[in-house]
């Protein structure tokens, strides 16, 4: 059984939740998000709850169970508080510009790289080496932080790049002065 699609989400006050048929519609004072679950999926509301069930007792059917649980769960969190991203440029020059949706990056290429904030996401850049990224869609979040982040991923040796706020690179050691 899934422990996670077991527990209920509790509705914060001021969120608003409707289901019709197999479609979920989650509003609050960040915007409103939609989602469409899988048929053997049922959502029942009970007060302030929402309750995640299902008739079939199959392994995989449970393992949806759990992750439609987690969906809505961070449909309701996002409408409600939303979610942020921190994005943190290392490297001697490097650094990031916003205008409006547009990222423009200086990370070691001949060319700035132009990147274009998709319509859910927005972001601003401190001091020229964070980049926040904000959004009521976890997912959508996530992705862009990806793609921000394959830009120009962390090296080993000196640790320049773009990496998340509080991520590890873990450091090799150079080449050695060892003669043969």
Do not use: H
């Amino acid at each position: 059984m899934s422990r996670i699609g077991k527990m209920p989400i509790e509705i914060p006050a001021g969120v608003k939740v409707e289901v019709n048929g197999q479609e979920v519609s989650v509003t609050g004072k960040k915007g409103s998000l939609v989602r469409t679950i899988r048929p053997e999926i049922e959502l029942k509301i009970d007060g302030n709850q929402i309750v995640v069930e299902s008739d079939v007792t199959d392994r995989r059917i449970n393992a949806f169970k759990g992750l439609t649980r987690s969906l809505i769960n961070n449909m309701v969190i996002g409408v409600d508080q939303g979610f942020k991203k921190v994005l943190v440029i290392e490297g001697v020059g490097y650094r990031a510009s916003a205008s409006g949706k547009n990222l423009t990056l200086n990370v070691g290429y001949s060319n700035p790289v132009d990147f274009k904030l998709p319509e859910m996401i927005s972001g601003n850049v401190e001091n020229n080496t964070t980049i926040v990224l904000e959004s009521i869609d976890k997912e959508a979040l996530g992705l862009t932080a990806a793609q921000i982040r394959a830009i120009r991923k962390p090296e080993p040796y000196k640790g320049k790049g773009i990496r998340y706020e509080g991520e590890y690179i873990q450091r090799k050691a150079g080449k050695t002065g060892a003669s043969s």
